[in-house]
């Protein structure tokens, strides 16, 4: 028994490995190309993109392992029945009741891991996340692209590089003007012309940010008359006067033991029951594949896959759905997500009742 154990255990997790990994590839270069394109628009900094998508990591496993595990036991059984290798187990003993009750004690493994991202790991993730996204890590010359008119200085400077250094600290061929609304006296503006400009941090006072212009002229004036003056410097510094960013927790960043204590609040009871539903989506999904995936005589290992994934698209979309009428209000707390879950855990109890037999039951 041992050696069959061990066998079937070999064959989910080889499929349910291979899966995951693909599952996970595919998410994940489209959080690629999502923070790529907030970098491109300047909403988020380029030296945070790495960071950020490695973060992805435990999010995105906590979600498609369920979803792995599902299809793995789908493909593995599948391809079992189709050899006929089922039926030799089914002749040494392992029959239906046998088969789910291995196939459970090898999925606690994943249910633990899938328990653990999603009530302890991932709320530690999303708070760092959010920190960066917050605005911790980055600063409005690091956003500055190169060939287009940028803001900074909190919208009171419009500056225009023809280039950017590698260190995203030193520009070249550089137009600034301060905004008309910010600072000027009599309607007049101020424009500055420089050959290159670099970041300086100033340590003795405070730590201020300047951006230098170096080697220019600066315009200043009312636009649409003569009476310009004309200044040349050898440097010139813009204050980066940047809005203190305060970064505050949502549910995703919360504790389960915060969401535990607030769980009367909607939006708390979503995440709380959200969290808690990863896991034992894992486990209704195990019940639903394990009977599932019997194939009948003469049909392909992937006759029963086209179903399956119509059930876990329902399924998933029904969870997203609850949730977020409960956040809305729409939907008490106290029915939640536990009606879909208990939808199809019957889904899962008729499969396996007509998977060991009617009759078989009924005598029973």
């Known amino acids: 028994m041992k050696i069959l154990t061990k066998y079937l255990t070999k064959e989910i997790y080889g499929v349910t490995s291979a899966t995951a990994l693909i599952l996970l590839l595919i998410f994940l270069s489209n959080q690629v190309v ?19 998508i490695l973060l992805q990591l ?15 036991i789908l493909l593995a059984y599948g391809r079992l029945y189709a050899d ?39 709320p530690k993730v999303y708070s760092y996340i959010d920190s960066l996204l917050a605005g911790v890590s980055r600063s409005s010359l690091e956003m500055i692209k190169p060939k287009h008119f940028n803001e900074i200085s909190d919208g009171s400077w419009v500056l225009y590089v023809n280039s950017v250094a590698d260190d995203r600290k030193h520009f070249f061929d ?11 006296k009599k309607g007049k503006s101020s424009s500055l012309i420089a050959r290159q400009a670099y970041h300086r941090n100033d340590v003795s006072n405070n730590g201020d940010s300047y951006i230098v212009l170096v080697d220019g002229h600066r315009y200043f004036g009312k636009p649409g008359q003569r009476d310009y003056e004309v200044i040349k410097f050898k440097e010139y510094g813009i204050k980066i006067r ?24 909607p939006r708390a009871a979503a995440e709380l029951q959200w969290r808690i539903s ?5 486990l209704i999904l195990v019940l639903i594949a394990t009977p599932l995936s019997k194939i009948p005589p003469k049909k392909g290992r992937y006759f029963k896959l086209a179903p399956a994934i119509l059930i876990y698209i329902l399924y998933a979309n ?7 009428w409960i956040k809305k209000g729409t ?11 208990g939808l199809m855990f019957m889904i899962a109890i008729f499969l396996f009742v007509k998977q060991r037999g009617w009759s078989k039951i009924y005598k029973k």
């Open 242 to 265: 940047e809005k203190e960013k305060i970064w505050q927790a949502n549910e995703n960043s919360m504790s389960t033991y915060t969401l535990w204590q607030k769980r009367k609040e």
């Open 318 to 324: 029904f969870l997203f759905l609850a949730k977020a």
């Open 84 to 122: 006929s290798e089922m039926t030799v187990l089914e002749i040494c003993g392992i029959g239906p009741q046998k088969l789910l009750s291995i196939t459970l004690t090898y999925s606690a493994l994943v249910m633990i891991l899938v328990a653990m991202l999603s009530l302890w790991i991932n």
């Open 34 to 52: 999502r923070f790529m394109n907030a970098a491109a628009y300047g909403f988020l900094a380029s030296n945070a993109i790495a960071t950020i």
């Open 278 to 282: 990863l896991p034992l989506l894992a």
């Open 331 to 341: 939907l008490a707390p106290t029915l939640g997500i536990w009606w879909v879950h």
């Open 58 to 72: 435990p999010i995105l496993t906590a979600l498609i392992l369920p979803a792995a595990l599902f299809l793995g």
């Open 174 to 184: 550089v137009f600034a003007a301060q905004r008309m609304d910010h600072g000027h």
